[in-house]
């Protein structure tokens, strides 16, 4: 059984010009207005569509994982990391540095700040700095 190709409604649209196109119901001059794009990416298409079908349409990585993606065990290892005693008051920048230099787990400052927010881990920093801004507003309030 080959892979089911899930369409979305700009690749949809695509492939019923290209249709159109190749039955001769319009030019590629009409067909790269339609689709507001220049004739020779056009010509790409068309070539796709007749080499590979509606597959050739649609791009070639779509489903797979990221190559540069975080994997599940480094994932599970920082969360576990960051919930250890040793770490637990650590903001987000220096638990990247420190897992860097002690355990050798490299990940962005960002990358690590979206799996522990995933995991409902906020930066201690952060929770801080909310709370100083809210009661600077809540003053200000008060004041005028």
Same mark, same amino acid.
């Given at each position: 059984?080959?892979?089911?190709?899930?369409?979305?409604?700009?690749?949809?649209?695509?492939?019923?010009?290209?249709?159109?196109?190749?039955?001769?119901?319009?030019?590629?001059?009409?067909?790269?207005? $339609?689709?507001?794009?220049?004739?020779?990416?056009?010509?790409?298409?068309?070539?796709?569509?007749? *080499?590979?079908?509606? +597959?050739?349409?649609?791009?070639?990585?779509?489903?797979?994982? &990221?190559? =540069?993606?975080?994997?599940?065990?480094? /994932?599970?290892?920082?969360?576990?990391?960051?919930?250890?005693?040793?770490?637990?008051?650590?903001?987000? +920048?220096?638990?990247?540095?420190?897992?860097?230099?002690?355990?050798?787990?490299?990940?962005? /400052?960002?990358?690590?700040?979206?799996?522990?927010?995933?995991?409902?881990?906020?930066? &201690?920093? *952060?929770?801080?700095?909310?709370? $100083?801004?809210?009661?600077?507003?809540? =003053?200000?309030? *008060?004041?005028?």
């Amino acid at each position: 059984m080959k892979d089911r190709i899930t369409l979305s409604d700009d690749d949809q649209r695509r492939l019923q010009v290209v249709a159109w196109l190749c039955e001769g119901r319009c030019t590629t001059q009409q067909a790269a207005q $339609i689709l507001h794009c220049s004739e020779r990416q056009v010509w790409r298409m068309k070539a796709a569509y007749r *080499r590979a079908g509606v +597959t050739g349409l649609v791009h070639g990585n779509r489903g797979r994982t &990221p190559v =540069h993606a975080v994997g599940a065990e480094v /994932r599970a290892a920082v969360v576990v990391l960051a919930k250890t005693e040793g770490y637990a008051g650590y903001n987000h +920048t220096h638990l990247q540095e420190t897992l860097a230099a002690e355990h050798g787990i490299v990940v962005s /400052r960002r990358t690590l700040g979206r799996v522990l927010t995933a995991a409902g881990l906020r930066s &201690p920093r *952060r929770v801080v700095a909310n709370a $100083i801004a809210a009661a600077a507003n809540a =003053h200000r309030k *008060r004041v005028h």
